[in-house]
């Protein structure tokens, strides 16, 4: 890797523009991340064992179509699925979309966090909110506690009593050659967030009985917890989402490598990862055709979705 990107955003990215939306008495919102007029060629890794997804399978490297138009990120759980109606109908009504010969039709893959225990569960994201989150669109890198990281949590092995706020964090980096990789992430663990260079917990589950944190870790593997036929652990509450874009020309199978390839990031900044109680989904976009190795693309994109969230763990903490 060279240097971090002017912005140390996703926008970085040529043609990729970032616009959020949230409703923050109800604590949830949706993110959406536009690809441009001819769209990105998409890959997808799933990792987590409780995601929930949209037009996902549409990326795998056999199917037909190859280029999404945008991303949406949303709280709200299955509810929020909605909002990336609402962006359907934003691409649709500037006629941006793949052509079937009587349409265009608009390739907008979602996935989303579970934030209703957080604020109004009742309140979700939905159609005209991811209108909303297209027409705020823009350069602009915006972290914490916005879009889709308005209700995201961390460390909730206590559940959310002794949980900390999770929320949004984006970077992006230069890498030798010339092609830009830039990430977004949305934290919502079920684990901690740490310092991948010190080990430091910046984020997770308060500690009940005196200060500082508990370490989830720790407790899963040294501490006297129940039966797990009888977990307490919230189940369904946890997702990391994140978005890798860069300028590199990849096809399909490559994008899905490098979306695998993120993955080592979010080991090494949330503790423990890929749990039975995370729907961790990482997306990759190619948006240029800047000739690039893969593997430098994927390593870089690993750094990078670390460092996103550890800036995710320091905005909401700040906010």
Not at 108 to 124: E, F, Q, S
Not at 166 to 193: E, H, P
Request: charged fraction near 20%; hydrophobic fraction near 45%.
């Amino acid at each position: 890797m060279v240097s971090s990107s002017s912005r140390n955003s996703i926008t970085d990215i040529s043609g990729i523009k970032v616009g959020h939306a949230q409703d923050n008495v109800a604590r949830t919102g949706c993110t959406v991340i536009m690809c441009g007029p001819d769209g990105a060629v998409a890959g997808v890794d799933v990792r987590g064992a409780a995601p929930g997804t949209r037009e996902t399978d549409l990326l795998e490297p056999g199917n037909l179509v190859d280029r999404v138009h945008a991303v949406v990120l949303t709280g709200g759980s299955v509810f929020g699925l909605d909002s990336a109606c609402g962006v359907v109908r934003f691409l649709e009504e500037r006629g941006i979309g793949y052509e079937t010969g009587v349409a265009r039709v608009p390739i907008v893959p979602a996935a989303v966090i579970y934030d209703l225990a957080i604020g109004k569960a009742g309140v979700r994201p939905d159609s005209r909110m991811g209108y909303e989150a297209c027409l705020q669109a823009s350069d602009a890198a915006a972290e914490g506690r916005i879009g889709a990281g308005t209700g995201a949590t961390v460390g909730k092995i206590l559940g959310l009593d002794y949980a900390s706020p999770g929320g949004i964090g984006t970077a992006s980096v230069q890498v030798r050659g010339g092609a830009t990789v830039g990430v977004l992430v949305v934290v919502n663990a079920f684990g901690d967030i740490v310092d991948p260079e010190s080990g430091q917990i910046l984020a997770g589950a308060r500690n009940p009985v005196g200060r500082g944190w508990l370490n989830t870790s720790r407790e899963l593997t040294v501490a006297d917890l129940p039966d797990p036929d009888s977990s307490p652990f919230p189940s369904i509450q946890n997702t990391t989402l994140a978005v890798v874009a860069t300028d590199a020309q990849l096809d399909k199978a490559q994008a899905k490598h490098v979306a695998s390839m993120a993955h080592d990031g979010l080991a090494r900044a949330v503790r423990p990862v890929h749990t039975m109680f995370d729907g961790d989904t990482v997306f990759a976009l190619s948006t240029g055709n800047v000739k690039a190795d893969v593997t430098a693309i994927g390593a870089a994109a690993a750094e990078m979705l670390a460092k996103a969230i550890v800036r995710a763990a320091l905005a909401s903490s700040a906010m």
